[in-house]
């Protein structure tokens, strides 16, 4: 179901609004540190998007937002669900090249469908599996869905949806959002009633 998705420019532009809802939330609660005013300090990033999100590759703006006053002048990086932290593939293409390599067993026919390297792919097999169900978004995810399997995720989670399939992988982005910055305390209160 999963395999057969490509996501182009009219996802990524409904991402890009998301991130730009969760952005104006964080710059209107203002800076964590003093309570000054946070103003708009982007920073361009080069995202990857593999054969399955080539189009995330245009957009490569990652919102942020540095504090006003003087003395302070803290960046604040809202969450994100464009970007899924420090990576360099877009959360999307992370998500869909995760699904195929769970699907296709032969690493070779993984990267033909996917154009990420097996090697990354098991690397983030091993963060689902791994460092990721320790997180309190998988806790979030559990006790909304009991029946997911640990072994087969991002898969089951996204298969425990009944939306459509790329509406599926935006509302599991929102979710993840949270986990991709570390300098916006309380990060799901942002993402939540977006997507």
């Given at each position: 179901m999963f395999e057969d998705i490509e996501l182009g420019g009219e996802f990524f532009r409904s991402l890009?609004?998301?991130?730009?809802?969760?952005?104006?939330g964080v710059a209107a609660a203002g800076c964590r540190f003093c309570g000054g005013r946070l103003h708009r300090g982007d920073y361009q990033r080069k995202p990857r998007g593999g054969l399955v999100a080539a189009a995330a590759e245009a957009f490569r703006r990652?919102?942020?937002l540095c504090c006003g006053r003087e003395g302070c002048r803290k960046r604040s990086t809202p969450p994100s669900v464009r970007f899924l932290g420090r990576r360099v593939y877009v959360g999307a293409a992370v998500l869909l090249a995760s699904v195929i390599a769970l699907a296709f067993a032969a690493a070779g026919a993984a990267r033909r469908l996917s154009g990420v390297p097996a090697r990354t792919t098991r690397r983030w097999l091993r963060w689902w599996r791994g460092p990721f169900v320790t997180t309190p978004v998988f806790v979030d995810l559990t006790a909304r869905v009991l029946a997911l399997d640990r072994t087969r995720l991002p898969t089951s989670i996204l298969e425990a949806m009944t939306e459509a399939p790329a509406l599926r992988i935006e509302k599991l982005l929102v979710r993840l959002a949270p986990l991709t910055t570390t300098s916006v305390v309380g990060g799901s209160s942002f993402s939540r009633g977006s997507g």
């Open positions: 890009t609004a998301i991130d730009m809802a969760i952005t104006a990652r919102f942020s």
